[in-house]
């Protein structure tokens, strides 16, 4: 079984910090890609930000502000936010795109999400 557990959610003012983290465990053999969704109150998931061994993106509404980076060592991946807006108040979903063993396929993961509010 695998597991993403998210943490580092929480109440902040508009304009403050946040750093979420996103703990992958149990039976994994590699991880191809790692990302950052969120979902406002009504309103589809999005994607906020994402890393493979290649590189990174992020959507344009968090270029400049957030910034995603991972500890391979550790199967941890993180979500530094600055420069919070009301805007980014959401649940904040960490996906992993991993393989179990070396024969088996890539597989999806989602965490339980953690909440973000920003208030103005």
């Known amino acids: 079984q695998v597991q993403l557990v998210e943490s580092g959610g929480g109440l902040v003012q508009a304009g403050g910090s946040l750093t979420l983290s996103c703990a992958a465990s149990?039976?994994?053999?590699?991880?191809?890609?790692m990302a950052w969704y969120r979902q406002a109150p009504g309103k589809q998931r999005e994607l906020v930000a994402g890393i493979t061994s290649g590189g990174t993106t992020s959507a344009d509404f968090v270029k400049g502000r957030f910034t995603i980076y991972r500890n391979n060592t550790r199967n941890t991946v993180y979500l530094q936010m600055n420069s919070l807006k009301p805007e980014d108040t959401g649940v904040y979903y960490c996906?992993?795109?991993?393989?179990?063993?070396?024969?088996?396929?890539?597989?999806?993961?989602w965490g339980q999400g953690t909440q973000v509010t920003v208030s103005s």
């Open positions: 149990g039976r994994i053999f590699s991880i191809s890609a």
């Open positions: 996906n992993g795109d991993l393989r179990t063993s070396y024969s088996g396929s890539r597989e999806n993961y």
